[in-house]
Structures are given as structure tokens and as C-alpha cells.
């Protein structure tokens, strides 16, 4: 028995060591992109077939856990092949058809009366050819996190993106979070039990959750080049949603990545699969290095500089992800990387690097290069001064607004400044010169802007373009 343990280990060892071996350069570049841009945390999963062939973390989680393979990552919108499989699941059981119109599922009252949404179908929503726009729901299901228990009453809101009903591609949550809720129509479950009985469970995803129901220092924090701590765009349990609401491990993402990479998986049907993974439309688009050629169900169908992948982003401030996979070479990996500055792009570059390492691109080191050009201007930047606002009647604009669209908006002021409070959101309120107005960034990186009006000596404040908040 003591010779098979140590016949096994030597196995295991050497095993280790080989892998190692192919994939130190993909060490060695994490490294040096860390140090060069001050990332705070890495992780980087890969699979061939059906093993794991590539598992490492670098740097940290938060301020006092390291990165590790038990690390919680937000995965953001990467959530989306998700609800897209839960919708072709319940498509092969003839539960819902992609044909069907939505307000089979939604009421059509819930949407103005300029909205034909009976000539919207299950399949414009996962494919983003919905052509509506609603941002008020988007935004506090993501954002705020402050919306009505039923969250159709904010299909009020609904607008067409262009002037008229149109079936053009555009990228949006909105589809996604009309899924959620045909999810619980047909099912009668929430779409956060739903994907944990019948996908986290059953591919074996024991570590992954569409709630924030583990310890915070498990969690991989978010981050920016400019500080030290993380920053404010910390998800929420009332901010994890259809679109963007799952939390997973990076072994957990092998699990996911192995059922399109394995040569025989058994899991879910091939049926199934047929019907979730060809189901698609035209997208014709480019982003940087990658083209988008079609979407579906939470699938992007495209290339990486020359590599044929289905992939897709998870993005959300210092949240920062891709998951790919190449199916003819049976090859795939999953890229986090917790820094809202260049981390999208630095996850990109990645996962470029790893697919050329793979393949045994001689000319890996030199094509990765170009990546320099596009992340170093991002910090090449110095973030800008700022001026606290300042406003000589305390009384006059402290209070609690109201935006039927936004909700409830309260104005306090501290020992700092004023500050601005939507929901979760809080941020000090700045002066902005050009337009004697306020700037808020209640997200990192994203500004609003507020201007002060009067109407019957009742302060009102306008929030850009989504219209006023009336004081109570």
C-alpha cells in the first residue's frame, strides 16, 4: 500500500511538473503585468478535454486574504450563458418556445401602449434583437439596488432604442432581465434557485452561488490602480441580477468550461446542447482584438487575433473576467482579474497568451506586445483633481428627493462635503466648473451629473438626461 502512495505521488508530481513546465511563460507574464500595473489579484483556469490543465492565482483577494483556488469571483455578465441554458432547458421540455412572444409570459399592460412588445420573442432576448431600452431597470438592478419587489412595475419605463420597433443587434442586461422573469413565470422558481437545482448542482458546482452568502473575506474585492482599497462598486445581494448575479470559484469554472471542452460529457444531453449552443444570430461586430461574428444565449461566437473561440466578458468595475473556449482544439480558460482600470484588456491579453501557448506559437512573445498599446494609455493617466462642492444653504438642499424613474435620492451633509445616496450608492458630491453643477461617482469611474433648479423656491435637482428629482 506504501508503494502504490508512493507511486501515485510521484505520478501526481510529475504530472504537476509537466504542466508546469508548458506553462511557466503564462507564470512569468502574470507576473510581470501584476508588478507593471499594480494588480492586486489574478486568477487563471484552464482545461483540455476533461482536466485541468493550468490553475493559478496571484497577488490578492482583499486587503487581508491572498487569491486563492477557494476565492469567490463575481463572474458578472458571464452569468448570462447561465439564464441561457436554463431557457434552452425549458425549450427541449416544451415549457416555453423561443418563438413565443414575451407577453405570453409578461403581460403586455406592464409596458407603455407604444410598445408592441406581442412582436417581441424569447429569442430577440437572447439574442439582444429586442431593440428596447429601459434604463431605470437596468440601472437599479446593477447599480442602486433600490427597485420594487415585482420588478415588472419598472417595464413603465420601457422605450424602443431606436425611434421604432427594430430587430438590429445591441448589446444590453435588458434581455437578460426579462428572461429572469419568464424563468420565474414557467417555473414558479426564482432564477437564483433555478440554475442552483438544475445547473450548479448538476454539473457540480457546489462553490458557486447567485447570492452573497459567504464570509467577505472569501471574496475577490474590487480594485483600481489609484488606491490601495477597494473601491465602492462592491456588489450587493439586492445588486446580483439575471444578467449579472452569479459568484463562482475558478475550479467551479473549470467544471463549466469542461462541458463544451470534454470529448464525451454526460451531464447534460446533446440534444440539449445541439439546442443551446447553435441557437444564434448575426452580430458583425469587432471589439479591440476580438470579433463577434454571432450571439447567443450568453455566448459570443467570434475569433481572438486569429484564434476561433466562443467566449464572453464579465465586467462590472474591478470585476473584471473572460471565459472562453476553443471546441475544435477542445481547449478552454477562464481569466479574473480584480482592477477596474485595464483589467478587462490585461484579462484579454491573458487569454490571448494562453491560447498561443497552447498551441506552441513560436511567436507568442512578440505578438503579445501589442496589448502594450492599448493598456498603457489607460495608466499613463493621472486621476483628476477635484473640488468639494460647496452650497451656502445647508437647509435648502439637504433633504430627501424623488424620481419616479430612480427613486429616492437623499442629500446629507457631513463633516466632508455633501453627499449624494441612491440606494447603495453614496458618493460626495464634487464641483463641476463647466456647468456650475455637481459631479457624483457613485461608481468608480462612471460620473453623474447633477445641476440645482428652482421651481416655487423648491430646490429640484436634474440628473443629467434621466430627468428631475423633486424635493419631498
Known sequence: MRKFIIASTLFICTLITCLGQNYAKIDSITNNLQEKYNLK????????????IYQRTFGKANNKKLFTDSTKVYIASNTKAFIGLSLAMLALEKKIDYADPITKYIPSSYFPKQIEADKITIEN???????????PLVFR???????????????KFTVYYEDTLSYNFKYSNLGYLLAGMIIEQVTGENWKDYLQKYIFNSIGMLETT?????????EAMPFEYYSDSPISSRKSENTLHAAGGIYSTLGDMAKWLQIFTANKQEIFSPTLMKKYLDFRTSASERMGPFTMDEYGNGWIYGTLMGEKLNFHFGSFPGYE???????????????FVNERLGGQRIAAMLTAYFYMVANEDPAA?????????????????????RTIFSYQNINELTGTYFNQKYGQLIVDKTSDGFTFSLGRLRSLAYSETKNDGISIEWTPGIIEHFTIAKDN??????YGDFG?????
Open 41 to 52: 489579484g489574478v486568477g487563471i483556469v484552464a482545461v483540455r478535454g476533461n482536466k485541468v
Open 125 to 135: 432576448l437572447v439574442h439582444h434583437t429586442h431593440g428596447l431600452s429601459n434604463d
Open 141 to 155: 438592478t446593477a447599480y442602486s439596488g433600490e427597485f420594487p419587489q415585482d420588478l415588472k412595475e419598472l417595464l
Open 210 to 218: 447567485a447570492h452573497i452568502n459567504f464570509k467577505q473575506s472569501l
Open 321 to 335: 473576467s473572460i471565459m472562453s473556449y476553443n471546441y475544435e482544439n477542445k481547449t478552454g480558460v477562464y481569466v
Open 365 to 385: 512573445d512578440e505578438k503579445i506586445k501589442m496589448f502594450s498599446q492599448i493598456i498603457d494609455p489607460l495608466y499613463s493617466k493621472t486621476k483628476p483633481e
Open 457 to 462: 423656491n423648491t430646490v429640484k435637482l436634474i
Open 468 to 472: 428631475e428629482f423633486l424635493k419631498q
